[in-house]
């Protein structure tokens, strides 16, 4: 190995030991490592890392932790570095490890509904290698074409399944994880009954990178359906009735109900602005849901959805509703839930927001906050949407509108996702940026539990130090 200018001897000396053992294709350092792993898609600031590690095996993965071990070097894994916490960015003087190699779908069996895959198959070809076997697999977010299994497992990620087929928690029968020291924990037992003392694979399920490298995973899929899918826009006069219509379509529709996004008035009215949308309806009303719902013959899903609709007009809860005629015009009702993506162009910057509530409490919670930016921030323009089905409310308020004052945002928002017993993160993780909040969603019992877990599991503190805690 060439001589890396800026090391100490021990760093050189560490090197060296690695690039011995691995080869120089799988062990990357200086200038040889590209830009693209010094961060991810949360803007946290780039670092460049010691080496750059880049398995084809678990035995490499292991090879490589166990001399990490020995030379009290700090291991960050990395995924599709899609991340929005900035958990897989390096730290100074780290190995970086790329599961991008460890891609491959090894084992698909659909009479027992499992796939087998390594950490670093993206979401994307999982999902497709579930569909071409006659499967589905529940998890999709709009990463899937960069994010990878090990990632979506390590955060736990939730996206545009959830209110079916829960999180990735739910999809994971078993995993493959190598621990700081390099050993190598098998845990890919293809049964859904194992009650054997804890099941260790829920650690690393949701850690952010910070108990091991997950090499292996063992997913659930579901059975492809016959679809029809019937999509309707639905107008409600407050909180309380938009989870009663959830509730009355849960009741008709049972596990069906495949979409319940709510949009606060102020939301839709933005959407509109923005993307120069039509109206949906003659009046605005304070509160729009769009609902999916999936069946298996399109005429006799649509008499049920409107009638189900009809007796929730009656009982109150509906204020109008329209039901889309065609796959068009479903598409056409979505584009008013795609305001988002024209955040970064109208927001001066965007100030976004990713919370968990307890169901019942996300309308009041939002008018705690609406009233605590009017307050300190008259003429603020914060809109309010979220998976209300999934508790998951999302809030983003244009930084300009607050005199440029995001981080004093932030505090408030978390101060009273605090107060309302909430989740700081509902979907995207802790990581870096998310770390002064934590303490909001968990008590101190309960971080004395986690820093143990990690104590126990990586007791040198070299798994991605400084993310989480
Ligand atoms: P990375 O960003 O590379 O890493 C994330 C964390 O996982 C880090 O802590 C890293 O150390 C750890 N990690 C990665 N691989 C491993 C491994 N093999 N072993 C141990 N630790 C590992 N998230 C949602 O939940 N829902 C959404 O709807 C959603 N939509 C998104 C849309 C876009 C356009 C983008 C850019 C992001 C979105 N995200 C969403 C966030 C992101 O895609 C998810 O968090 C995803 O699960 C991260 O996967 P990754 O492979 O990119 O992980």
Redesign the pocket.
Known sequence: MAAVKGLDMSQQEFLIALQNRLGVDVVLTGDAIEARYHT??SGTPPVQPLALVRPRTTEEVSAALRLCHEHRVAV??????????G??VPVEGCVA?S?ER?NAIEDINSRSMLMTVQ??A??QAVQEAAVEAGMVFGV????RG???????????????GVLQHG??REQVLGLE?VLADGTVLPMLRPMIKNNTGYDLKHF?IG?????????RVLLRTQAQQPRAKVTALVAMPGFDESLAVLQRMQQHFGNSVAAFELMWDSFVQTSIRWQRLQAPFAESHPFLALIDIDGKDETSLCEAVEEALGEAMEAGDVLDAVIAQSQTQAKTLWKLREAPAEMNANMHPPINFDVGLPQSEIGKFAQACQAAFDARWPGNHSIFFGHVGDGNLHVSTDGKTVNGECDAVEAELYRIVGEFHGSVS????I?LHKKPYLALSRTPQELAAMRAIKAALDPLGLM?PG?VF
Not at 76 to 85: C, D, I
Not at 140 to 143: E, F, K, P, V, Y
Not at 151 to 159: C, D, H, I, M, R
């Open positions: 991810d898609w960050v894994p990395q995924g599709g570095l899609t991340g929005l916490a958990a897989a490890i599961m460890m950490a670093g993206t979401l999709d977010l709009g990463a960069s994010c990878q299994i090990g990632g979506n497992v390590s955060t736990n990620a939730g996206g545009n999180m990735m994880v690393f850690a952010e990178g910070t108990l091991g490298v997950i090499t509902a979907e995207h993780g990581g991605n993310k």
